[in-house]
T-cell receptor
Framework: DAGVIQSPRHEVTEMGQEVTLRCKPI?????LFWYRQTMMRGLELLIY????????DSGMPEDRFSAKMPNASFSTLKIQPSEPRDSAVYFC????????????FGPGTRLTVL | QQQVKQSPQSLIVQKGGISIINCAYE??????FPWYQQFPGKGPALLIA?????SEKKEGRFTISFNKSAKQFSLHIMDSQPGDSATYFC????????????FGGGTRLMVKP
């Protein structure tokens, strides 16, 4: 298996622009998680899905952030409009249904908002 | 609200030494405590994990010690090697929250040759 795939790996954009981050989870995994990592706040859970349904989005910082999972093999995290404080590394992770606790992380997308 | 507190933030150890990273939690509903290892430019990866019904788990040079009454757990890396240099995160999962993890703030470990 190729593992969790994220694209793009690096994104540089200007303030006010829309940014879309993409994730392909490991085939057969029922859970998908979006995290944000910064030096100041560490690794924060933004939202997670179970069987394509958003379960907990309490970590989404504000309405500028939205996430979708249209099918079991694809998810997006969108920021519109982007701001410099959104600069961070965004990780997607997936895991099997309860009973298998390991989360498998993708390589991350490094976002820089100028 | 930081539900899992991790210390130290950074740690420097000589090759062959013991690295110790500590975590504390408050929520007694946590039922699974993993440690993740992250190398620069990579995503975190599961290193070792423990459930609260045991006090210690060992895998090779890595050991988790768990103190349920104190609500603390720690990672010990024996015979630390330069290849162990990475950021380590402790985490905890609530027993009614799917596979959602709450992570500690991370410890950047450097093992000097």
């Amino acid at each position: 298996d190729a593992g969790v795939i994220q694209s793009p790996r690096h994104e540089v954009t200007e303030m006010g622009q829309e940014v879309t981050l993409r994730c392909k989870p490991i085939s057969g995994h029922d859970y998908l998680f979006w995290y944000r990592q910064t030096m100041m706040r560490g690794l924060e859970l933004l939202i997670y899905f179970n069987n394509n349904v958003p379960i907990d989005d309490s970590g989404m910082p504000e309405d500028r952030f939205s996430a979708k999972m249209p099918n079991a093999s694809f998810s997006t995290l969108k920021i519109q409009p982007s701001e410099p404080r959104d600069s961070a590394v965004y990780f997607c992770a997936s895991s099997l249904a309860p009973g298998s606790n390991e989360q498998f992380f993708g390589p991350g997308t490094r976002l820089t908002v100028l | 609200q930081q539900q899992v507190k991790q210390s130290p933030q950074s740690l420097i150890v000589q090759k062959g030494g013991i690295s110790i990273i500590n975590c504390a939690y408050e929520n007694t509903a946590f039922d699974y405590f993993p440690w993740y290892q992250q190398f620069p430019g990579k995503g975190p990866a599961l290193l070792i994990a423990i459930r609260p019904d045991v006090s210690e788990k060992k895998e090779g040079r890595f050991t988790i010690s768990f103190n349920k009454s104190a609500k603390q757990f720690s990672l010990h890396i024996m015979d630390s090697q330069p290849g162990d240099s990475a950021t380590y995160f402790c985490a905890a999962r609530r027993n009614n929250a799917g596979n959602m993890l709450t992570f500690g703030g991370g410890t950047r470990l450097m093992v000097k040759p």
